[in-house]
């Protein structure tokens, strides 16, 4: 169906939540941080499957596109003392904890990872064997900055016992490259691609992004036909986030540089067809996977899962966050750790409480994180199915978005038998239908997220 992108926009809302938790992080409190600790230990106890995420919020350079929580520094010394401090956090959970939960996943993200020295990507490892009780088949991501790696990042990978390596690309082309501050080559990329692979047997994702400063379809088409060639396992395609009231460094790239809605979309729909084309299956509405790879195989069966990293095949219902800003996501709930670095490391020093905000899950929105969370991985939503779980307070959300759907104009989706379905050619703006089933959403929210295509 050919849509009225702009209308379509103006009436549903230039912007909505990436959802990768619901209520999304702004509706976190300050109240209820700490007091969430005690079930979030207990849930790693009761399953036995945990995740843990590392965040390491330095880099050695800023790139003007980021939205992370990163800062630049030029020097090792901040990043040794925080990784101290880190391995310090790590150990007061283990000793309050009392016993090792069964770790199935680590990811190490930030900021770089990749520009850790080797003996404390080993130190890492070890504070995290030590405390947590790691599985054999246990998954060992980490984000790397090609710029960073030097032979000792590669003996540091080795040591961590890299499974999966998650390199940024973003846009090859040099001008693009300029606009954003990130000057990284073809070359250097590929060099780093095959050498961490040899070195490790990792596996490989590969981050790109559409809608960057003086970003146009040829260029993109260029990039990716490059990213192609080094035969990534994955493949994730985000849309560039402009929000320069909430990063500052953002306001380094001028708005008229940036492509309109249309060229953005159209950029996302060729690439999406160039992935497709070499091979790749879709997964969800941003990641792309070679079909052998776990997080296609878990999307073909229904296993598809999102948190906050986005897309993920990893089914631990436990995820606990480490460093500044990390969240934590449990069954029942989220915890956020203080944002501002310094303000972490005194917390961890004195022996204080890093958790600074979080949300206890009502039973309402459980069952909407649950269904928006199906919707956005398997495009359908099964409101009978979803009853039998969660109980009959579901039919008048069901009702809600009956209505939604009715009221919708643009086909992004249909509901027949209350089993709602995005067809394929709206799978673009699933977060839109997903916002049907956001209890919180308010027209004053909107300006806090990105664009919602
Ligand atoms: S994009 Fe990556 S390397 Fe660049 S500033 Fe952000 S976290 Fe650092």
């Not at 702009?6 to 209820?32: N, Q």
């Not at 497709?276 to 996977?289: L, M, P």
């Not at 199915?385 to 249909?414: H, Y």
């Amino acid at each position: 169906m050919k849509r009225d992108i702009d209308k379509l926009l103006a009436i549903h809302g230039a912007t909505t939540p990436r959802y990768t938790s619901y209520p999304t992080a702004p509706h976190f409190g300050a109240d209820v941080g700490p007091s969430l600790v005690p079930e979030l230990i207990s849930a790693c106890g009761h399953h036995n499957q945990t995740s843990v995420y590392l965040h390491i919020p330095y880099c050695d350079r800023l790139c003007w596109f980021c939205g992370c929580h990163t800062k630049q520094t030029k020097r090792y010394e901040p990043v040794q003392a925080y990784v101290e401090t880190l391995v310090q956090e790590i150990e007061a959970f283990g000793e309050r904890a009392g016993f090792r939960p069964v770790m199935s996943a680590l990811h190490l993200g930030g900021g770089s990872p990749s520009l850790l020295k080797s003996e404390d990507m080993a130190r890492i490892g070890e504070v995290v064997r030590r405390v947590f009780d790691v599985r054999d088949d246990a998954e060992i991501a980490l984000e790397i900055d090609p710029s960073d790696v030097t032979d000792d990042t590669l003996d540091g990978l080795v040591a961590l016992g890299l499974t999966r390596a998650s390199i940024g690309v973003q846009d090859f082309d040099p001008d693009v490259q300029t606009a954003i501050n990130r000057p990284q080559t073809y070359e250097t990329t590929a060099a780093v691609a095959d050498a961490v692979r040899k070195r490790t047997g990792c596996t490989l994702n590969i981050d790109a992004l559409y809608g960057l400063p003086r970003q146009t379809s040829e260029r993109l088409e260029r990039t990716i036909e490059q990213v192609i060639s080094l035969s990534p396992d994955r493949v994730a395609l985000f849309g560039y986030a402009h929000v320069p009231w909430a990063k500052t460094h953002q306001r380094m790239i001028a708005d008229s540089d940036l492509p309109g809605r249309h060229e953005r979309l159209s950029q996302a729909a060729m690439a999406a067809d160039q992935l497709r084309a070499a091979g790749y299956e879709t997964i969800g509405f941003d990641h792309f996977a070679k079909p052998e790879d776990s997080l296609a195989v878990a999307a073909r069966t229904g296993q598809l899962q999102r948190n906050f990293q986005g897309y993920t095949a990893d089914a631990a219902p436990v995820l606990i966050g480490f460093g500044a800003s990390a969240i934590s996501q449990y069954p029942g709930g989220y915890i956020q750790n203080i944002v501002p670095t310094n303000n972490y490391r005194t917390a961890v020093a004195n022996g204080e409480p890093t958790a600074a905000r979080g949300y206890a899950l009502t039973e309402d929105d459980r069952m909407r994180a649950f269904a928006i969370a199906r919707l956005l991985c398997d495009f359908r939503l099964d409101f009978t199915a979803l009853a039998e779980q969660f109980g009959s307070s579901v039919w008048p959300v069901a009702e809600r978005v009956k209505q939604c759907v009715a009221d919708d104009g643009f086909a992004l989706a249909s509901i027949e038998g209350w089993v709602l379905t995005i067809p394929d050619d709206a799978r673009s703006f699933a977060r839109i239908v997903a916002s049907w089933l956001d209890a919180y959403r308010t027209e004053g929210e909107t300006a806090r997220y990105s664009q919602a295509v």
